[in-house]
């Protein structure tokens, strides 16, 4: 399971670079996208890949960590995606501006 879910982030670390690199602000917007997909897994994976297991803790019991799944990654993962799905939206906007404004969609503003 966990050298699944590292090339799951690798592939995506490195498909979201390339796109980075291309001179459309589309490319650039769906690689930071993807970016942001690979550290949301990779913040994902470290409250341990656990099925099954019980995110709360009840008092009174004796407590064995390894068998509770960690609910703070899963909250950060979750907030990441909000704000992720908040930032596309508003660089697509920009997106939209930009070629209405320049008529091209380079990210330098002129096709070569």
Do not use: C
């Not at 699944?4 to 769906?30: D, E, H, K, M, N």
């Not at 942001?36 to 099925?51: C, D, E, H, K, P």
């Not at 899963?74 to 930032?87: E, H």
């Amino acid at each position: 399971m966990e050298i699944v879910l590292s090339l799951a982030i690798g592939i995506l670390t490195a498909s979201g670079i390339w796109l980075i690199l291309r001179p459309r602000t589309f490319q650039v917007i769906i690689g930071l996208s993807l970016i942001s997909y690979a550290v949301n897994l990779f913040i994902f994976s470290m409250g341990r890949l656990r099925t099954n297991a019980a995110p709360v803790l009840e008092d009174g019991h004796n407590v064995v960590s390894g068998l509770y799944a960690d609910p703070v990654p899963q909250a950060l993962v979750l907030t990441a995606i909000v704000i992720g799905f908040a930032m596309t939206a508003l660089f697509l906007v920009v997106l939209l501006a930009s070629r209405g404004l320049t008529g091209t969609d380079h990210v330098d503003g002129r096709e070569n």
